[in-house]
Each structure stands twice: as structure tokens, then as C-alpha cells.
């Protein structure tokens, strides 16, 4: 059978049992997708040769821990990992809002409202909508239907204490604690969430 006939899975199964040039085929394999996706997204060729040979860096010490259960679906997976290596790249490359816990001016929702996007921009904002969402979700529910309210409903305090039967300073205390939480979320999670 030749080479070019073989399934990724089948390659990454000959590696794994030892025979390292059918990595080498994989690679080849898919190096020109993989590569022009991370490129179109840095626009830098050197960088983006970093990233693509730190990719395959991933997957290696993925496959020899064992860790790779793809099935059949390899090239999806490895664009998914430069994926988060470029949103990785774009986020050591800002600067993340300094938290100061004894001010309660941090507001995590600020940054997400920035003006331009672009793709850098639009992917990293992508991230962090996801990963407040799921701050959102660990909060206590008193406080995470204030918060719902509040930034996705765009309701006013008042509107809120009256659709949830409490006063304007208690739902003005809810919120609060709900941003105090989020942020000790956000280091618990060692998150970055920069734009």
C-alpha cells in the first residue's frame, strides 16, 4: 500500500508503535493547511512558523502521553490546537487590564466592549465571551440573574429590583459581589482576558 493511501489514524497508529517516519508523512501531510491557517490569522512568516512548529510540538507530547483520541478526525484537531496557540500569542501580547481588588472600578464586561475588530481581535474576543460565560455560570444565582440582567439585558438597576422583588441596593449589592466573585474566578483559573 502506498503511503499517500494510508488514513491519518493508521500514521498515527505506525508512530505509535514505533515507527517515527509515518509522523513525518502526517506532518507533510497536512503542514500546508496548517501552516496557512496560522499565518492568515498572525500575518507574520517567521511567528507563524513558531507557532506551527510549537503545534506539532503539542501534538507529539500529545501522542506519546497517550492522550490522543481523535478518532479520524486529526486535521480539525491540530488546526483546533494552533488555534489556541495563536489566541495564546495574542494574549502574552496585551496587556490584561490590572485588577486591583480593593477598587471595585475593574469591571471584566469593559473589556469586552472594544470598538475595533479585527481577526486578532474578533478571535480573542471570541475566547473571552466564552470564558466569561462560564465564569457567569459558577456564580450563585442571586447573583448571576443580576449580572444576566444587567449586561445582556441591558436592564437598569431599577428595572432589576423590580422584576426580581428586591431593592435597588440590594440588587446594586448582588451585583457587587457578583464582579468580586468573577474576579477571583478569573485567578483562581489563572485566566487572561485580555482584548
Do not use: C
Not at 36 to 61: C, G, M, P, V, W
Not at 102 to 111: G, K, P
Not at 123 to 135: A, F, G, N, P, S
Amino acid at each position: 500500500m502506498r503511503v499517500q493511501q494510508i488514513s491519518d489514524s493508521e500514521l498515527i497508529a505506525l508512530y505509535l508503535s514505533g515507527k517515527e517516519q509515518h509522523l513525518e508523512t502526517l506532518i507533510n501531510r497536512h503542514k500546508q493547511r496548517i501552516f496557512t491557517y496560522i499565518l492568515s490569522r498572525i500575518q507574520d512568516y517567521d511567528l507563524a512558523e513558531d507557532i506551527f512548529q510549537d503545534t506539532f510540538i503539542k501534538i507529539i507530547n500529545t501522542f506519546k502521553r497517550g492522550k490522543y483520541n481523535e478518532e479520524g478526525k486529526f486535521l480539525p484537531w491540530a488546526l483546533r490546537i494552533s488555534h489556541n496557540l495563536v489566541i495564546d500569542h495574542f494574549r502574552k501580547n496585551k496587556r490584561m487590564p490590572k485588577m486591583d481588588n480593593s477598587s471595585d472600578s475593574f469591571d471584566i464586561f469593559d473589556v469586552l466592549s472594544d470598538g475595533k475588530i479585527n481577526v486578532e481581535n474578533q478571535m480573542i474576543k471570541d475566547q473571552i465571551e466564552t470564558d466569561v460565560r462560564k465564569l457567569v455560570d459558577e456564580l450563585p444565582e442571586e447573583q448571576r440573574e443580576v449580572l444576566i440582567m444587567r449586561h445582556y439585558a441591558d436592564m437598569s438597576f431599577k428595572e432589576i429590583a423590580e422584576q426580581t422583588g428586591v431593592s435597588i441596593n440590594t440588587a446594586l449589592g448582588r451585583m457587587r459581589y457578583a464582579l468580586i466573585n468573577m474576579r477571583k474566578l478569573i485567578e483562581k483559573y489563572n485566566l487572561s482576558l485580555t482584548q
